[in-house]
């Protein structure tokens, strides 16, 4: 079992920035994909970044805003959101896919207000 952690989020006002944090307890075996996904109220939960040893992905929604990072290939990634706005206002989960299985944080709130 893979618990991941996340940190980071909260509430800023349109054209701020904002970094989440996710580290999982342990490292998988193998080649894995973390990235973010993000469920805002009413909506389906949606992607926002991915990250693999060979590709990265994003949302068109985010290009140019967003970046995504891993800290070399261990369990840790993180968001940067830049020019904030009001329809990014949603829970943002941390994910990991191995081979088999796949891993969800807890969720954190990001409200885009002012």
């Known amino acids: 079992q893979v618990y991941l952690a996340q940190s980071g989020g909260g509430l800023v006002q349109p054209g701020g920035s904002l970094r989440l944090d996710c580290r999982a307890s342990?490292?998988?075996?193998?080649?894995?994909?973390m990235g973010w996904y993000r469920q805002a109220p009413g909506k389906q939960r949606e992607l926002v970044a991915t990250?693999?040893?060979?590709?990265?992905d994003y949302a068109d929604a985010v290009k140019g805003r967003f970046i995504i990072s891993r800290e070399g290939f261990q369990g840790s990634v993180y968001l940067q959101m830049n020019n904030l706005q009001p329809n990014d206002t949603a829970v943002y989960y941390c994910?990991?896919?191995?081979?088999?299985?796949?891993?969800w944080g807890q969720g954190t709130q990001v409200t885009v207000s002012g």
């Open positions: 994910n990991m896919k191995t081979m088999s299985r796949t891993f």
């Open positions: 342990t490292v998988p075996n193998g080649d894995f994909e």
């Open positions: 990250l693999s040893r060979k590709n990265t």
